[in-house]
Structure formats: structure tokens, C-alpha cells
Nanobody, 122 residues
Framework: QVQLVDSGGGLVQAGGSLRLSCAAS????????MGWFRQAPGKEREFVAA????????YYADSVKGRFTISRDNAKNTVYLQMYSLKPEDTAVYYC???????????????WGQGTQVTVSS
């Protein structure tokens, strides 16, 4: 059974940083792409960043480019989202996801973590 476990969320002041982790288990993810999405109250789930397992190619939403970094540790089957210069508008539940190819649409991902709350105070 495929399982993604998100962790690392919390409360931080504006300008602060957090690192989210997504531990994957249950299958070989070497051919997959991993993504991070977020969903704020009353809003649609939106793309944040994605990375391919083997090559490590990355892609970011414009809203986080230059502030967030996605990376992966193949040996640990873990994907990270390092977030710097956090803003109140980054407040959301963050979800990691796995899918057969890198895409910015949530419908391209087959597996999802349970989500981790990030709250940025002003």
C-alpha cells in the first residue's frame, strides 16, 4: 500500500522559515514526480512545487519562486519543501503528492499525504 506522510508544519512569524517533509513508502517512486500543493480555507488546492525523483528537475509556482526550495533524498524516499521568507498569505494546509509525471494540476497525482498545517502570523 502506498503511503505519503507529511510533517513539519507549524506556526511561524512572517519572514520566518519552515521545512516540510514527505516520507513515501509502499513502492518504488523512482519513476514518479513528487509535488507539494496547498489549500487555504475557502480556496482551491493550488500547486506549489514539484520535483522528479531521478533527475531532480524542479518547477515552482510564481508565488513561491525564490522563497521555497523542493528537494528529495532518494535513499530515504523523502521529499522536502524548505520555505523561507514566509508571508501570511502562505498560510494553508500543505499536501505532498506523487504522480507519474510532473504537472501543476492536482489531477495528475495519484497519491496524497494527509496534509500539514502551516500558519504564518503577521
Amino acid at each position: 500500500q502506498v503511503q505519503l506522510v507529511d510533517s513539519g508544519g507549524g506556526l511561524v512569524q512572517a519572514g520566518g522559515s519552515l521545512r516540510l517533509s514527505c516520507a513515501a513508502s509502499g513502492r518504488t517512486f523512482s519513476s514518479y514526480a513528487m509535488g507539494w500543493f496547498r489549500q487555504a480555507p475557502g480556496k482551491e488546492r493550488e500547486f506549489v512545487a514539484a520535483i522528479t525523483w531521478i533527475v531532480g528537475r524542479t518547477y515552482y509556482a510564481d508565488s513561491v519562486k525564490g522563497r521555497f526550495t523542493i528537494s528529495r533524498d532518494n535513499a530515504k524516499n523523502t521529499v522536502y519543501l524548505q520555505m523561507y521568507s514566509l508571508k501570511p498569505e502562505d498560510t494553508a494546509v500543505y499536501y505532498c503528492a506523487a504522480g507519474p509525471q510532473m504537472t501543476t494540476t492536482r489531477y495528475g497525482y495519484n497519491y496524497w499525504g494527509q496534509g500539514t498545517q502551516v500558519t504564518v502570523s503577521s
